[in-house]
């Protein structure tokens, strides 16, 4: 459990960084450790903020660790299926199938005090500036080969990583690769879009010779 360790003693420097994460850490990463690292890729699903009005001190850890908790947390599992497995049709994706590969991923928000639905593009570039080291460690301590990102603005990944060049899929979606992990600019996993065109999409992006060619 030593990533699980390392995150931990990430957290505790990171609620203790300012007096507004007294009571209201939102604590993520890897959900089991020990299915990860067995994964063929090494999957990080990076978003904005929790959807949590109550503000209240939870973990994405403790959530999943059983099964599908939320519905924009099947949609993160059927992608993260489809990456593992080739994507098979998602019709045919069982419910286990999901619960196991949900266990198989990283996923973080870079904001680590709750939100409402919707984020404030303006409050998610204060927390992006000012918790940057803390939000590179934390990614670098995932060590994933695969960041699907769904944080609304590709100038926000240059925050993160400035020299990072997205470039086109061939399917309107930004990829890139730095520092060996792939990124793929895609939707917010509670995006309203049909979840078979979203699951078609990633397929397309993923398999696509100018995806493989970051290699």
């Known amino acids: 459990m030593i990533k699980t360790e390392k995150l ?58 059983y099964g599908i908790k939320f519905g924009f947390s099947r949609r993160i599992a059927e992608w993260s299926y489809g990456i593992l497995n080739n994507f098979p049709p998602v019709q045919s994706i069982s419910e286990e199938n999901l619960i196991d590969s949900i266990r198989k991923i990283a996923f973080m928000n870079v904001k680590k005090i709750a939100g409402g639905s919707t984020a404030n593009d303006a409050e998610l570039e204060h927390y992006l500036n000012r918790d940057k080291e803390f939000i590179l460690e934390q990614i670098a301590i995932i060590e994933p080969d695969v960041i699907i990102t769904g944080i609304a603005k590709d100038e926000y990944l240059n925050l993160l990583y400035p020299n990072l060049k997205l470039k086109s899929s061939g399917y309107d979606i930004l990829i890139g690769k730095e520092k060996n992990m792939k990124f793929v600019s895609f939707y917010h996993p509670s995006y309203r879009v049909p979840r078979a065109m979203a699951y078609a999409l990633l397929k397309e992006v993923c398999l696509s010779e100018e995806f493989k060619s970051l290699d």
Do not use: C
């Not at 009571?23 to 067995?38: A, H, M, P, Q, R």
């Open 8 to 65: 931990n003693a990430l957290f505790e420097k990171w609620k203790n960084s300012h007096p507004e994460f007294k009571n209201s850490f939102v604590s993520d990463g890897i959900i089991n450790e020990e299915e990860y690292l067995k994964a063929k890729v090494k999957i990080l699903v990076l978003t904005k903020e929790s959807n949590n009005p109550e503000q209240s001190e939870e973990d994405y850890r403790d959530w999943w660790k």
